[in-house]
């Protein structure tokens, strides 16, 4: 198992999280750093303050050389996937090759609702990311794109240049619902991220995706898996790698800590000690 740490860049400033993420390049245990995508806090005040994601992702990436990137994960309604792909690209080449694409159908009725951005029913969230996902890789991966969808009409549309990762950056889905989440990861991502939740039901929605992949003739192990581990405020290292061995156990690639705010890059030694301790920890190959 592997293990990355999660800044939400939430109720934090920016300086508390370059100083975590400059950190954290330092320690070889730490073998990704991620941000989220929202524009309010969440599950916090939401009148709080929240730096947008993907323009500090693009910050932090010049701020380090050697940890992976990404945003967990990317609300697919807040922008156009042709706008996306051209993001994605281009921070690819940015980072020298270190960006995860991270990418979900959104879910958020407030923040959406504030902005006139349209979040529509679920059938429609999902209809509208299924068809992004195709976009998204088309634009990622081939010369010329066409698409004639519900959503997206694109007419031989070009994204150069592309970044050095090929065919494209990893993608990675994150969600839980078993119908169209998972059906969605099978077909399309390089990474499904599990939102939270206990081994017995990580191991029931593996289960799921896997059956999903047997259905369409992809291996499973394809797929790599994470979850969100949190750090609590009392600083329960123990409690974080003994979460992570009991996923482990049940197939986790990737532990993601998430770190509480605000953002202090004193905790990321001592949890890294902790890891290395309990033995759970697979060399980075980066």
């Known amino acids: 198992m592997q293990f990355a740490f999660k800044t939400s860049p939430q109720n934090t400033t920016w300086d508390d999280m370059l100083a975590v993420w400059r950190a954290a390049d330092e320690i070889d245990v730490y073998e990704s750093g991620w941000t989220f995508d929202h524009f309010y806090p969440i599950f916090s005040d939401p009148t709080g303050p929240c730096l947008e994601g993907w323009i500090t992702l693009t910050a932090l990436a010049q701020a380090t050389q050697r940890l992976r990137i990404g945003v967990l994960v990317t609300g697919i309604h807040y922008r156009h ?31 959406s609702g504030a902005y006139g951005i349209e ?20 634009l990622l991966s081939q010369e010329t794109t066409t698409f004639d969808g519900a959503y997206y009409q694109l007419a031989e549309a070009r994204n150069e240049p592309k970044g050095p990762q090929r065919p494209h950056p990893p993608i990675c889905i994150g969600g839980n619902g078993e119908k169209r989440t998972l059906r969605i990861t099978a077909r399309y991502a390089d990474h499904w991220n599990f939102v939270g939740g206990t081994p017995e039901q990580f191991a029931h929605k593996r289960d799921v995706l896997a059956g999903h992949c047997a259905d369409i003739g992809r291996d499973p192990r394809e797929i790599r898996l994470s979850a969100h581990v949190r750090l609590n405020p009392e600083r329960d290292y123990q409690r974080v790698v003994d979460e992570a061995a009991a996923l482990g156990a049940e197939g986790l690639d990737l532990a993601i800590v998430y770190l509480p705010s605000p953002h202090d890059p004193a905790v990321l030694e001592p949890l890294a000690e902790a890891i290395r301790d309990s033995g759970h920890q697979r060399a980075n190959s980066s």
Do not use: Y
Not at 91 to 104: H, K, M, N, P, Q
């Open 81 to 111: 996937p042709a706008v996306l792909a051209n993001m994605a690209a281009t921070l690819d080449i940015v980072s020298a090759g270190r960006l995860e694409l991270g990418i979900g159908a959104g879910w958020n009725e407030e923040e």
């Open 119 to 138: 979040l529509g029913s679920i059938k429609e969230r999902f209809d509208r990311f299924e068809e992004a996902c195709q976009v998204l890789k088309g």
